[in-house]
């Protein structure tokens, strides 16, 4: 059965320490894997997706790298406004739906 | 460039009632997803529209239904609420349907539901 697993379950950081998200997943066929931010009370905002083992993406803080077996997000330096929920989620095979992880509840301390 | 819009943002039923949330996608977007959120819980794959047809459903009973318009703006209805049904609903527009297009979701604030 496909899987994805997300850890830590929550993270707190003091501004400035950089740590790394972890997604772990077991599917049939991948297809592209996805990393979404989430605030309370909101729905998930698109970050990055990435789609074979060795790929990078970068956007300001964050970077997400991908291996055969699970993805990182690396957070550099975060800021306070970084605090929210990081979501993962992949496509497998020929299935429409993106199946997701439970995510990352990082907060980050001023 | 006009986001994803959801409405109504809160609403409360009791058990045994129907329910239905409206979903206006983005700017160009031809493509609406539904995803059921539980408090702590990752979004749950309801069903897809493209193109005003059904084209992927997850593991949700038949109480759960939809629609797609031709401007691509989608409602869901749930009947026979139950408690269990209490969740955040989200809708999310893409471009593309096929099984090669891109992940890239673009979410609504979503819909607040809570059933007693």
């Known amino acids: 059965e496909d899987q994805v697993t997300q850890s830590p379950e929550a993270l707190r950081l003091q501004e400035g320490e950089s740590s790394s998200l972890n997604c772990s997943y077991t599917?049939?066929?991948?297809?592209?894997l996805f990393w979404y931010r989430q605030d309370p009370g909101k729905g998930p905002e698109f970050l990055f997706t990435?789609?074979?083992?060795?790929e990078e993406k970068e956007k300001e803080r964050l970077k997400a790298t991908l291996t055969k077996k699970e993805s990182f997000l690396h957070i550099t330096a975060p800021k306070p406004e970084d605090s929210a929920t990081y979501l993962c989620a992949v496509r497998a095979g020929n299935n429409r739906k993106l199946i997701w992880g439970l995510g990352t509840s990082l907060a980050v301390n001023p | 460039e006009t986001g994803v819009t959801q409405s109504p943002t809160h609403l409360i039923k009791t058990r045994g009632q129907q329910v239905t949330l409206r979903c206006s996608s983005q700017?160009?977007?031809?493509?609406v997803s539904w995803y059921q959120q539980a408090l702590g819980q990752g979004p749950q794959f309801i069903f897809q529209y493209y193109r005003e047809e059904e084209n992927g459903r997850g593991n949700f009973p038949p109480r759960f239904s939809g629609l797609q318009f031709p401007n691509y703006s989608s409602e869901l209805n749930v009947n026979a609420l139950e408690l269990d049904d209490s969740a955040l609903y989200l809708c999310?527009?893409?471009?593309?349907?096929?099984?090669?297009?891109?992940?890239?979701?673009?979410f609504g604030e979503g819909s607040r539901l809570t059933v007693l």
């Open positions: 999310a527009s893409s471009l593309g349907a096929g099984y090669g297009s891109a992940g890239e979701l673009f």
């Open positions: 700017s160009g977007h031809n493509t």
């Open positions: 990435l789609y074979s083992a060795g």
């Open positions: 599917v049939s066929g991948l297809r592209g």
